[in-house]
């Protein structure tokens, strides 16, 4: 069973630093592509970041180009999400995702993070 | 980046109607990379179709996908009550991966 769980989410004040990660299991996790998706509150679905499985290609939103920093350790099964400079805008339900063949076949739960002074 | 324009942005219908959500694409893409979500309040979404035709295991037939170019759709044939709930196309054709606005489907 695939299995994604993020975690370090939390409350930051703007300008601040959190580091997302996602535990997976149930696949094999160096083949595949993953995502971070976030949803903030009663709004829709934004697309953040991805990396290739062997982790040589990333991709950002343009909203958080050069604050953020996906990454990934085949060796432990696990994606992250280092998320810098942080604003009130970037309070949101943060969703691992993983791809495959174009497509996001498996998401986590999600974690919140809230940004506020 | 590749914008995506979902119609209408919500709509009200009765369990048992033919209900129609469209998706559009600022430039073409291909059929490949054109997929559909379903969420439901407090839950992760979850896949329901790929490659703009392609229904995911275990998701009923009533769905239905298609399209190409910039134009495509989503056909729910007849609506049960499990699936009032918010509908996001996606594409993945290149990076950024955008998301529709969403459809909110509800109950009339």
């Known amino acids: 069973e695939v299995q994604l769980l993020e975690s370090g989410g939390g409350l930051v004040q703007p300008g601040g630093s959190l580091r997302l990660s996602c535990a997976t299991s149930?696949?094999?996790?160096?083949?595949?592509?993953m995502s971070w998706v976030r949803q903030a509150p009663g709004r829709g679905l934004e697309w953040v970041s991805a990396?290739?499985?062997?982790?040589?290609?990333?991709y950002y939103a343009d909203s958080v180009k050069g604050r953020f920093t996906i990454s990934r350790d085949n060796s432990k099964n696990t994606l992250s999400l280092q998320m810098n400079s942080l604003r009130a805008e970037d309070t949101a339900v943060y969703y691992c995702?993983?791809?495959?063949?174009?497509?996001?076949?498996?998401w986590g739960q999600g974690t919140l993070v809230t940004v506020s002074s | 980046d590749i914008q995506m324009t979902q119609s209408p942005s919500s709509l009200s219908a009765s369990v048992g109607d033919r209900v129609t959500i469209t998706c559009r694409a600022s430039?073409?893409?291909?059929?490949?990379?054109l997929n559909w979500y379903q969420q439901k309040p407090g839950k992760a979404p979850k896949l329901l179709m790929y490659?703009?035709?392609s229904l995911q295991s275990g998701v009923p037939s009533r769905f239905s996908g298609s399209g190409s170019g910039t134009d495509f759709t989503l056909v729910i044939s007849s609506l049960q009550p499990e699936d009032f709930a918010i509908y996001y196309c996606?594409?993945?054709?290149?990076?950024?991966?955008?998301f529709g606005q969403g459809t909110k489907v509800d109950i009339k």
């Open positions: 430039q073409r893409i291909s059929s490949n990379f």
């Open positions: 149930g696949f094999t996790f160096s083949s595949s592509d």
């Open positions: 990396i290739t499985g062997g982790g040589s290609g990333t």
């Open positions: 996606q594409q993945s054709y290149s990076a950024p991966y955008t």
């Open positions: 995702a993983k791809f495959w063949s174009g497509r996001i076949d498996y």
């Open positions: 490659a703009a035709s």
